[in-house]
């Protein structure tokens, strides 16, 4: 019956054009049908996911590849469409339902349809290595929105998706290990697949480590400028100086929490000296600032205990972290679009990778925080708001730096 099917397909060009239409608009009916039903249920999540299917759906069938790519491809989506629809997947408060199989496959399934559709239908060429991360910084954002989603929606529409933080954890975590699978079917498959529109997609990064270095450096300059101030240096190294005073205060109070936070602290203010010593370039003497000042504070709200007593300290230092991060997200991501041979990332799609890598980070930290709780019984995470509500100022601080990053990075281009 497969092959039939298959075969059907394949003499697809040979069809009348209005039955040739009719046969290609059933998947976009059939999407749209689960669109309608998931609005009808007011299930936001499933809507969405239908959205994004629908569009998704319509730009593989303007992909000129193989008929039995297509198939598998649109009918993986309409099936696990259905089986969230119907109620294998209920509605995302309960963790064990919310994210089962459906939800994980259909989102893994919408990153890899989106990469194809990119790759085969707009000027963006992606390779094995970034088709893989797309797959899995996907998946995680969504899992990431899902959770800021759910708060906001039993906050202010009285619904009750989540009960604790942690249930939201439980779901990040659920989200995180699926889409680990997903992402090692998905090497396996492409790994093996002879399809030539599958073939496009599984060339190697092809970069030179040193090359990316100095294009990185020289992104990272058009960003902050290269006038070097002389007191940047002097006051990075203030910084520094007062971690390690932090340092000794934690181990002379004995509290093993404070010296591993100054200690580890005090090693990433020491990259940028790392990476200049063996690359032998030189970083902006700004951004050098920006790492000091931003490990300082979050050393400083640890041990004179501003995490608990002042209410902004929190916002502000996932704003100042998440958007270092993304700046130097950026600049990778671009330096080696730039540099790589089967990688071409217009500058318009850099912004929206580096989102997704900051909100990827933001689930791999909030769970990193919770394993921490679990196993040394700290005090990293504060309740269900308080997790929320990082996860929201990271996303923030991503977009602005974003935003910033691209903006200064298109003169790099320009030049």
């Known amino acids: 019956m497969r092959l039939n099917i298959i075969t059907y397909l394949e003499n697809m060009d040979m069809m009348h054009p209005s039955k040739k239409k009719i046969i290609s608009a059933l998947p976009l009916l059939g999407t749209a049908f689960v669109v309608l039903l998931a609005l009808s249920r007011s299930d936001l999540l499933w809507f969405i996911l239908g959205i994004v299917s629908l569009l998704s759906i319509y730009g593989l069938m303007k992909v000129e590849s193989h008929p039995r790519l297509k198939f598998v491809l649109v009918t993986l989506i309409l099936i696990n469409l259905f089986l969230g629809i119907i109620g294998l997947s ?15 496959v259909i989102v893994s399934l919408l990153a890899f349809t989106i990469i194809f ?10 390779n094995y290595p970034f088709t893989l991360f797309f797959i899995l910084m996907f998946s995680l954002s969504v899992g990431n929105l899902v959770g800021i989603g759910e708060f906001f929606s039993d906050q202010y529409f009285g619904t009750n998706f989540l009960e604790s933080n942690h249930e939201l954890m439980l779901q990040l975590l659920i989200i995180s290990a699926g889409s680990c699978i997903m992402v090692l079917l998905f090497w396996l498959y492409l790994g093996k697949s002879k399809l030539k529109s599958i073939k496009s997609l599984t060339s190697p990064l092809g970069l030179n480590v040193k090359i990316v270095g100095k294009e990185m450096v020289n992104v990272l ?3 902050f400028g290269n006038r070097g101030r002389a007191w940047l240096p002097k006051f990075s190294l203030l910084l520094q100086i007062g971690i390690v005073l932090f340092a000794i205060y934690a181990f002379y109070e004995r509290n093993s929490m404070w010296f591993f936070t100054a200690v580890i602290s005090l090693g990433l203010t020491k990259v940028p000296f790392f990476f200049t010593r063996r690359t032998k370039m030189d970083i902006p003497p700004s951004l050098n600032l920006w ?6 504070i979050h050393v400083l709200g640890e041990v004179r205990g501003y995490y608990d007593h002042v209410w902004w300290w929190d916002i502000v230092t996932h704003f100042y972290s998440a958007a270092l991060l993304s700046i130097l997200a950026f600049a990778i991501m671009l330096a080696i679009s730039r540099r790589s041979t089967s990688l071409d990332l217009p500058l318009m799609m850099v912004p929206v990778v580096v989102i997704l890598f900051a909100l990827m980070m933001g689930v791999v930290w909030e769970i990193f925080e919770f394993c921490v709780d679990l196993l040394w019984d700290v005090n990293m995470q504060y309740g269900l708001q308080d997790t929320v509500h990082d996860m929201v100022i990271n996303t923030f601080g991503a977009v602005v ?3 910033m990053g691209y903006y200064s990075g298109r003169r790099n281009f320009e030049e």
């Not at 209920?90 to 994980?104: A, H, R, S, T, W």
């Open 221 to 223: 300059y058009s960003i």
């Open 90 to 104: 209920k509605y995302v408060g309960n963790p064990l339902q919310g994210v089962g199989l459906p939800y994980i």
């Open 117 to 126: 559709n990119f790759h085969h239908l707009t000027s963006f060429r992606s």
């Open 291 to 296: 790492i000091s000042s931003a490990l300082f």
């Open 401 to 403: 730096a974003s935003m």
